[in-house]
């Protein structure tokens, strides 16, 4: 990949810029201590955020609705805990998550700093898959809003990551091309294949160091960025 002659920057939000599971982790303590389970939120996110994934890739490829989503992901973790509920308690909660979730602001270590950097010489835009407003409360709440030229949402988009519609919306929205791009995101298979297939150069945000098949540019952390950035 070459980095000259580029001009627009894409990057994912959720566990990208934004720490999803930190924040996260704070919104169920919220809810948790208000229902007054007899579970503690560790025990449950244990089993929550792997199944929160599993379910991601599901409603990414539209095998699965967005009320399933927030649903089953939810019940599954209630059912391995053993814990009795009603459905409208598990509706009940996922509207609480969604309430409380944006209002923490829980950043990667060294995103404002590598977005005060990048900003002078690129333009910052986000593309994500997460829900309209809830996406627009996390990067209000968190102060890094005003980083972002555009803000391309799959429910704007019609489609979410990797189809190659929602790169192409971001891009025109931009005014951008293909070839002053590049995408910077946590999922490979959303941000990166989906960038690369698009015809985008692309960024693994590869902080929790998994192995990947496919030869990638890679980053562990996000102040690696201002080293060939």
Known sequence: MTLKNKKHLFFDLDHTLWDFDKNSAVAFDIIFKKHEFNFTTNDFLQHYIPRNQYYWKLYQVNKI????????RLKDVFDVLEVEISDELV???SDEYIYHLPNSNHLFEGT?????????????????????LVQDKK????NIKHYFS???NSELAGVKKPHPNIFDFALSSAKASKEESVMIGDSFEADI?????FGIDAIFFN???VSVEKEVFQINHLLELKSFL
């Open 112 to 132: 404002v700093e590598v977005l005060e950097y990048l900003k002078s010489n690129y333009i910052l835009h986000i593309i994500t898959n997460g829900f309209d």
């Open 91 to 93: 509706y009940q909660i």
């Open 150 to 152: 555009t803000i391309t």
């Open 193 to 197: 294949e989906g960038a690369l297939e």
């Open 207 to 209: 902080e929790q160091k």
């Open 65 to 72: 609705s967005q009320e399933e989503l927030r649903y089953k």
């Open 139 to 142: 990067l209000k709440n968190s």
